[in-house]
């Protein structure tokens, strides 16, 4: 483009930031009103990206390249394919509404809230463009700490910090792993070839001893396993969801978890592809557990977030079930269930954020009846509901779907076990749905809730406009992911036919 496009969208939010050290921290609705410019004029600039996109290669697109650090062969390169294509525009389409929703819930230190909100989004954009292993890794860690500021200042005041530094704790244990694997592929890279350097394009294909493999997979493996968060390095999770403000619960699951099944995507399997396939039992059965295991815990919660938060553990088990699967429908329905998950349950995080503001609570047993005092709000909870359980019609069946037809396709049982989690999620998700929404209503407190605003509506507008447009006709998000798979699974069989014999000498070597 004659335009750095992914620059802009990266360093935009900075400038906004710029602006916003300028105005009156005592005029709120000034702050707000700036950030959400900010943020919708990043909308905006993304939309080229998306209607720019060739859908026919595979090809990195809207290619930059410059010289950083050339002594060390760093570089600023950054680039988009089908797979980080999508997760860039979730990114820029959500943060214009997790500001709207900051409106009424964010009321002190609004400032500093819309700053750490607006590094977020240039540090996630960052992250999936990235195509430079230590540049990626800039991008990882400095997504952190505004994330750990959500959580650590505006979360609840009862466990906040405890939350944010068990978010910060797990997260920066995965990501030491990952640099010291990045620094042993950049030196094994230039050892091999003479030419040192972290271009992730380049270390594509390259010859990596199978034991080495192993132990690389692991260590970038559980970087991302935490972040995802699969079982049974998920415990962070529930915590951080409960304990942080709406907005951070929604940044949180519509695009900071997919940070880990986008990275076994770019990194994990390309670089490690025969490691990939040795651990493919292994990974298949902790996603497993994780929708199992997450749907089962869902169905105990008391508090709405907690549950919400423990059913994320069970649908980002089905994408890491689908991605390792290898077949094109098990890909793509990972990759459009990150999307998926990333609408739905970032539509149910409002949901609650919304009800708690009215109530103060978040228990369950302190509802019922709601359909009767505010039947606007019930009505979109109800389609948000239906969304992630799957319902044909709606983007969640799609991704499911996809998924399960891979897993069947890979391995039956693996395929008959995610099964029984869309049965198990349908039964946590209508349950808590009837015990809030509909009955008598038994508690005074809930007679004369207000009903939805014009701009609590307008929130959930266009999340329910995708709901509906990629349930009825994915083809328009799956075609932009199609070549890019196709050339995926194809590196992946390629290393697939080397991949038994040398796991067969690594074991000899083992004993």
């Not at 410059?66 to 959500?94: A, C, K, N, Q, R």
């Not at 500093?112 to 230590?134: N, P, Q, W």
């Not at 998924?403 to 995610?418: D, V």
């Amino acid at each position: 483009m004659p335009f750095p496009i992914l620059s802009i969208l990266i360093f935009f939010p900075l400038l906004g930031i710029g602006l916003l050290l300028f105005l009156d921290r005592k005029n709120h609705k000034v702050l707000k009103g700036a950030a959400l410019g900010v943020a919708l004029v990043e909308f905006i600039f993304s939309l080229p990206l998306w209607f720019s996109f060739d859908s026919t290669t595979a090809a990195m697109q809207f290619v930059e390249r410059h010289e950083w650090i050339p002594t060390y062969g760093i570089s600023y390169y950054i680039g988009v394919d089908g797979f980080s294509l999508l997760l860039i525009m979730l990114t820029t389409f959500l943060t214009p509404l997790c500001v709207l929703a900051t409106w009424t819930d964010i009321q002190t230190r609004v400032k500093e809230f819309m700053i750490c909100l607006l590094a977020l989004m240039s540090g996630m954009i960052g992250v999936f463009a990235a195509l430079d292993l230590f540049l990626f890794y800039v991008f990882w860690e400095v997504m952190l700490i505004p994330m750990y500021l959500l959580i650590g200042v505006w979360g609840n005041p009862a466990r906040r910090v405890y939350a944010a530094i068990k978010f910060f704790l797990f997260t920066m244990f995965g990501s030491v792993l990952m640099l010291v694997a990045i620094l042993v592929l950049y030196f094994h890279y230039g050892q091999t070839t003479g030419i040192y350097t972290f271009d992730l394009q380049k270390m594509y294909g390259l010859n990596i001893p199978f034991n080495m493999q192993y132990w690389m997979f692991l260590a970038f493996g559980l970087a991302f396993a935490i972040k995802v968060p699969m079982f049974p390095f998920h415990t962070w999770l529930p915590d951080a969801h409960t304990e942080a403000p709406t907005v951070g619960s929604v940044i949180l699951a519509a695009v900071l978890l997919k940070m880990g099944t986008y990275g076994f995507l770019r990194f994990n399997m390309p670089l490690f592809p025969q490691a990939a396939h040795y651990f493919v039992p292994l990974f298949s059965i902790l996603a497993l557990i994780g929708i199992v295991y997450g749907a089962l815990v869902s169905m105990m919660q008391k508090d709405m977030k907690r549950l919400i938060a423990f059913s994320s553990v069970s649908h980002l088990g089905f994408v890491m079930l689908g991605l390792f699967t290898f077949t094109i429908a098990g890909v793509q329905g990972g990759i459009i269930q990150m999307i998926n998950h990333g609408l739905s349950t970032g539509a149910l995080f409002l949901v609650v954020g919304m009800i708690y503001e009215r109530r103060h609570t978040r228990m369950i047993a302190d509802f019922g009846g709601l359909a009767t005092a505010m039947p606007i709000f019930a009505t979109i909870f109800m389609i948000v509901t239906l969304s992630s359980i799957a319902v044909p019609g709606t983007n969640g069946f799609i991704g499911e779907f996809l998924i399960l037809l891979g897993a069947f396709k890979s391995n039956m049982l693996y395929g008959t076990i995610a099964a029984t989690g869309v049965i198990l999620s349908a039964c946590y998700m209508l349950w808590m749905f009837q015990r809030v929404v509909w009955g008598e209503i038994t508690n005074d407190k809930n007679r004369d809730l207000k009903d939805l605003s014009l701009r609590e509506i307008a929130i959930f507008a266009p999340l329910i406009l995708f709901i509906f447009w990629i349930g009825v006709y994915p083809g328009t998000f799956l075609n932009k992911t199609r070549a890019t798979t196709e050339n995926f699974i194809a590196m992946m069989e390629k290393a697939k036919a080397t991949q038994v014999t040398q796991s067969q000498v690594f074991k000899g070597e083992a004993q």
